[in-house]
């Protein structure tokens, strides 16, 4: 089963692994996910982490809440990271998903909270 924690890590800051591979390893192929009312498709959310690596240099995921039950996941994290600029920006995540039989991500809503960065910075979560 997968964890948030190891998706993003993947997805965000392993630039040894492709985001397509990244993506395959952690989420099923009818994937969706709403951030902030905002939905997007398995192409979308793809396409924002592409984006995400293009701003991104390096950072972590710190699991404050995990609980798995069945099919269903929710955790609250903080993805803190340096951006290629050299700025920081920090947000707290709450994460209630749906998983899919082989364990990996069928379906996430979420709720992002911009803890520091620039003004700019608030769109992070859904821009592409």
């Known amino acids: 089963m997968t964890a948030i924690a190891a998706a993003l890590a993947d997805l965000l800051f392993d630039r040894q692994i492709d985001v397509d591979t990244a993506f395959a390893r952690h989420f099923t192929d009818d994937y969706r996910q709403r951030t902030d009312g905002v939905w997007s498709d398995h192409a979308e959310f793809v396409e924002h982490i592409t984006h995400l690596r293009t701003v991104i240099a390096d950072g972590s995921v710190e699991v404050h809440d995990e609980l798995i039950n ?53 769109g992070l979560g859904s821009a592409r």
């Open 70 to 122: 069945g099919d269903r996941y929710a955790d609250r994290h903080t993805v803190s990271a340096r951006k290629v600029d050299g700025s920081e920006v920090a947000f707290e995540v709450l994460v209630f998903a749906e998983l899919a039989d082989d364990g990996r991500f069928r379906q996430i809503i979420e709720t992002t909270t911009m803890l520091s960065g620039s003004a700019h910075d608030r």
